[in-house]
């Protein structure tokens, strides 16, 4: 095929390529459009979602600053309301305590004035006078046992006088028992034991040892008490009282204690009180801390109790005579010494202190 007919046939050279030229040309061209449109629309809607980004965080943090300053709000609220609720029971509470000490005042008040507060009082006055009484009819019937009511002839009655004028007079020839010397300087035996047995109630206490050994609870304010009385006062003084019947019970068994270990059954222990009562508190606390009995109180027993210093000075002359060993045991409520009593070696009087006087009933 010649030239001229690829002409005429629309396929020569220039037809070709003139008309595959002006298509090719306006084909990238709309491409090129079409993708630019595109993504000028996805740029949209990108700044679109941004701003609806912005606006959903901005709404968002509204939000959450309203929730928690209301939750704030709320909360302080409930805490001022608390705070309320609980002042008001604090009151109320106070207001009610006032109310029932007031109460316990009048009660009290009411108890001491009435019979029903009275009795108490009146049942250890009785309590204590019959202990008293029960010791002081016991001592009576000994006293009696030991009389002899035999009726005597005139013709007996004069040697018999003759007999106790021998007696008497044959008595104060011979030398009298040495009394007890309790310095420090004199009789270091003793001294030794003494400061032994107070050493050993004050750190071992044995609260159920032998009869007459201190079974109670011993400080060194006892000890102090009783190391002074036998050192520095020779077992003849005054000591300042313990503030408490109690108290001074405890120092006056101790004392009692350690003479009886020194000196055995010449010990007689005489204690003068002026009221039944203070005396039923003396037995009761000797007998608590020496564990001794009722059987131990009585004429011619371990402990005698005497409400007037008369009959004791009497029963201590009678001991003396009898080579025995007499410890006047003085109350605190004893407002003076009689002179009668300074004359036995060994007397153990609590002085009042005023600045701490001493209950009038106290119980072990």
Known sequence: ??????????????????????????????????WNTRIDALRQQEADLKRSIADLQTTYNRLTQDQFQKIQADIGRMVQQGTADLEQRKRSLQQEIETLERRQERIRAEMRTTFAGASQDLAVRVQGFKDYLVGSLQDLSVAAEQLDLAPASRSSAAPEMQSRGRDRTRAAAEPAPAEPAFAANAFQDQTERIRSLLDQYRMRPDYYGPLWQLRRTFEPIHAERVSNWFFAQGGR???????????????????????????GNRLRTLVLSNSPERLGEWRRGLQDCLGISRADFGTGQGVMLFDAPEPLAQRAERITADNGLPFIVV?????????????????LAFAPDPMNPAAEYDYF
């Open 331 to 347: 109350d605190e409520a004893e407002s003076v010494i009689s002179l009668a009593l300074l004359q036995f070696p060994l007397w």
């Open 237 to 263: 003084g005054a000591v300042k009282s313990m503030g408490s019947r109690l108290q001074n019970v405890l120092v006056a068994s101790a004392a009692l204690s350690i003479l009886y270990a020194l000196y």
């Open 1 to 34: 095929m010649t030239a001229e007919d690829l002409s005429k046939s629309g396929l020569g050279p220039e037809s070709s390529i003139g008309g595959n030229t002006g298509s090719g040309a306006a084909e990238p061209s709309g491409l090129k459009s079409d």
